[in-house]
T-cell receptor, first 112, second 116 residues
């Protein structure tokens, strides 16, 4: 049972344009969400997080949006840069446990 | 650079053997979590330790066990290796000061285990 889903395995975007990565979840107990970026041969790198009391969080070029009623979150990268090319994972957690549940990842390719 | 290191980088074992993977957390991080990432999948939670005690466990059999030491290092032990144990094993550390779940976990580079 996949509680966190990233339905797009890959995404290609032109440099300078917006990248939008999507994530859906099924467990209504989740109240903390994160995005990680992963390069080959490296561990996941934390990008940005959001708690369920907010619907938006920004950090530089990265913005995460949370729609609790739709159980959906998205990561916007503006403007996209070639160095953003990586696999992006969304993860979710709830206050009853300390584990993160990860999606299967979306491979982003930013074309120069 | 997260300050979380793991060793070894790569490891090849045969079915039935035992393996120990090591992790060194960031200084001051009292919580360490271990994840298994199979090819094409997201990381799957194995277990978490907080101040040397197991704090939670995912759907992994008892042959997966761990230890956490006072010096911010930890181990993942896997007994009776199976072919399906081939994966990238990641450890992640967090401060553990805010009650756990909102403490961002910072990952190491992982250990690639191949079981033949």
């Amino acid at each position: 049972d996949q509680q966190v889903k990233q339905n797009s395995p890959s995404l290609s975007v032109q440099e300078g344009r917006i990248s939008i990565l999507n994530c859906d979840y099924t467990n209504s107990m989740f109240d903390y969400f994160l995005w990680y970026k992963k390069y080959p041969a490296e561990g996941p790198t934390f990008l940005i997080s959001i708690s369920s009391i907010k619907d938006k969080n920004e950090d530089g070029r990265f913005t995460v949006f949370l729609n609790k009623s739709a159980k959906h979150l998205s990561l916007h990268i503006v403007p996209s840069q070639p160095g953003d090319s990586a696999v992006y994972f969304c993860a979710a957690s709830d206050s009853g446990t300390y584990k993160y549940i990860f999606g299967t990842g979306t491979r982003l390719k930013v074309l120069a | 650079e997260t300050g979380v290191t793991q060793s070894p980088t790569h490891l090849i074992k045969t079915r039935g053997q035992q393996v120990t993977l090591r992790c060194s957390s960031q200084s001051g991080h009292n919580t360490v979590s271990w994840y298994q990432q199979a090819l094409g999948q997201g990381p799957q939670f194995i277990f978490q330790y907080y101040r040397e005690e197991e704090n939670g466990r995912g759907n992994f059999p008892p042959r997966f066990s761990g230890l956490q030491f006072p010096n911010y290092s930890s181990e993942l032990n896997v007994n009776a290796l199976e072919l399906d144990d081939s994966a990238l094993y990641l450890c992640a550390s967090s401060t553990g000061t805010s009650g756990g779940y909102t403490d961002t976990q910072y990952f190491g580079p992982g250990t690639r285990l191949t079981v033949l």
